[in-house]
């Protein structure tokens, strides 16, 4: 992705300002004919620039990928290395992961509930303005990523882009009791975060359901987070080793959109928090149960507009495993598993904050990278926003352009795709005929 | 990037109970994307130059992150590409913004760099440092690569003296 925030100096009028995403609408008599969706773009740049590098380069090079998720594209990228070398963190290595990636969730839900998505539902055009009529409200999910940065910062060794994470572990493990000012923390992220389930499930949401296979990853007693197997909605359970032979990614025509699907189905495929969720609600922790419960969520949810309390249980969850893990933490006698470079094809997946991450390189002999493949959440995702965005624009045909864009903008924001830092990001062309 | 974290890095932290004058460097970018990877070209060459209590912050710009960077600041520099209309390639910028400024906050604000949402929310929030100044650098190559274009290459000399002038003052 990499996108960046288009930053553009005005001289004299109005600058241009690019959407990072383009959309394409054909009406033809009053009926959506074709959606068209590109707001994602594949890391190809990213899967060249790692052949002949070590194996040791590809967590600092494809954190590079995401500002929001860093942790996310580092422990894919070291559990698919570490797969190659015979390697697998047990103890407190894998514990110490877990909670570094439940920091990277807390951040990222906190600003997408309260920065791009909180906004819509109050009618605000941006966290700006809601800042200005209703500061605390603000100021709670900079509380709640103040939180988390210190997370990832004290295991991290830096709240961006982590410079302490390695193949098979970190280079430095923290003693307990440099973990243990985060418990005080954690606690009061814990009551901003149950208020924040309060607050969303109050909200108005539309009636939506989306219908796709879901898709993420399950550990069995625990609520997915940094690895797992992979199971779908229809039933299915594979591998990190078996991804490509079930998720199929298809260039669409005279685009850059890529859409994924599962083998042998013709649906498109949904991952991220509703899949999570839906597949693994049972496993959430107690307090997070019971706010979810409290909200008026069931044991699952298909509807988009309800992410959002979905993503506020899953910020309770994180927040509670990451007390969790802190109390039960013993520094290891060692901050890595020894993962010595051999020729092979390694898998590795975890659960991005919005949905299933999937790596695999290919090393030679003496660990350098032959081929690399990354597959982001919002590639797997982008065709079935696109099928839930053509029954979004039929009912609302009657729209001014300008008030299309925006609505869909915010339809899309449901999704929270790797683009939608942005405010105002989306190109869209409707062709009515 | 490989080198081994020695102890904590704190960075941005908004602890109010620092009492020390606090002076941030944020250099928004990306090196994988050309002329974006100037800011952190910027800040690799102040690291080799600046007194320990600066600290020096990579950002992808996002306005949450710059405001968890200069919160409690009594300077924060600013160092960024941007693509200008009617440009000229490697030209620089600089702009200053007290906590106060109100008129200046729009004037780069609407519709302009977007550095405008993260002063417009920190403004509402009462986080913004006590000096903010921009240096900004007209770039051109967005796409992905790594390597800045010849012009903006040769103005990063430039940006980093204009920075550490700031820092002097």
């Known amino acids: ?433 | 990037m490989n080198e081994p974290a020695d102890g904590t890095v704190r960075i941005g932290s908004a602890d109010e109970s620092d009492a020390e004058r606090r002076v941030v460097v944020i250099g928004v970018g990306n090196e994988f994307r050309r002329d974006d990877g100037v800011g952190p070209q910027v800040l690799a060459r102040l690291r080799e130059c600046v007194p320990a209590f600066v600290q020096l912050v990579v950002s992808d710009g996002e306005p949450a992150r710059l405001i968890e960077a200069w919160a409690g600041a009594s300077l924060a520099l600013v160092v960024d590409a941007i693509r200008a209309q009617a440009a000229t390639i490697g030209r620089l910028h600089r702009f200053e913004l007290d906590r106060d400024d109100v008129d200046e906050v729009r004037a780069v604000s609407s519709h302009g760099l977007g550095l405008g949402d993260a002063i417009g929310l920190a403004r509402a929030l009462d986080l913004m440092p006590d000096r903010l100044v921009v240096h900004a650098v007209e770039a051109t190559e967005f796409g992905y690569g790594v390597g800045l274009t010849p012009e903006v290459a040769a103005a990063v000399g430039g940006l980093t003296a204009a920075v550490l002038r700031d820092l002097a003052d």
């Open chain 1, 1 to 433: 992705m990499t996108h960046r925030a288009d930053r553009t100096l005005v001289t004299k009028g109005l600058a241009r300002v690019e959407g990072e995403g383009a959309m394409y609408v054909r009406v033809n008599a009053g009926q959506v004919e074709e959606v068209r969706l590109d707001i994602y773009e594949p890391p190809r740049f990213f899967e060249a620039f790692l052949r002949g590098r070590s194996y040791t380069e590809p967590p600092d090079i494809t954190a590079r990928i995401c500002g929001i998720c860093p942790v996310a594209y580092q422990t894919s990228a070291c559990q698919a290395i570490e797969a190659v070398c015979g390697v697998s963190l047990t103890g407190p290595l894998a514990d110490l992961r877990r909670l570094l990636y439940c920091g990277e969730w807390i951040s990222s839900h906190a600003l997408h509930i309260y920065m791009l998505h909180a906004p819509d539902f109050l009618g605000y055009p941006g966290a700006v303005e809601l800042a200005q009529d209703h500061r605390e409200i603000v100021e709670r999910g900079l509380a709640l990523r103040r939180t988390a940065n210190a997370i990832m910062a004290t295991i991290g060794g830096r709240s961006i882009h982590p410079v302490n994470v390695r193949v098979g572990g970190f280079y430095r493990a923290p003693t307990a009791s440099e973990l243990a000012p985060l418990a005080g923390q954690l606690e009061g992220a814990l009551e901003l975060a149950l208020e924040t389930v309060r607050w969303v499930a109050g909200f108005d949401f539309p009636d939506f359901s989306c219908e796709h296979e879901l898709l993420s990853l399950r550990m069995p007693g625990s609520y997915p987070i940094e690895r797992g197997t992979l199971v779908t909605s229809g039933g299915l359970e594979f591998t990190p080793a078996q991804y490509e032979e079930h998720i199929i990614e298809e260039q669409v025509p005279h685009s850059m959109a890529l859409h994924a699907r599962l083998a042998g189905h013709s649906g498109h495929i949904m991952t991220g928090p509703l899949a999570r969720y839906t597949l693994n609600s049972q496993w959430l922790t107690p307090l997070a149960a019971q706010a979810a419960s409290a909200a008026g969520l069931g044991p699952t949810c298909r509807n988009p507009f309800q992410s959002i309390i979905v993503r506020a249980v899953e910020m309770v969850c994180a927040i509670e495993e990451a007390i969790r893990l802190i109390a039960d933490y013993q520094q290891p006698a060692r901050p890595f598993e020894e993962a010595t470079a051999r020729a092979g094809t390694g898998h590795g997946v975890s659960e991005a904050p919005r949905g299933v991450l999937y790596h695999r390189y290919e090393l030679d002999a003496a660990g350098i990278v032959r081929s690399a493949r990354i597959v982001p959440p919002t590639s797997q995702n982008q065709g079935a926003i696109q099928e839930d965005l053509r029954g979004f624009v039929q009912d609302r045909l009657d729209f001014d352009d300008h008030s299309l864009t925006h609505a869909c903008e915010q339809a899309i924001r449901n999704y929270d795709p790797c683009i939608s830092c942005a405010t105002h990001f989306l190109d869209l062309r409707i062709d009515r005929r």
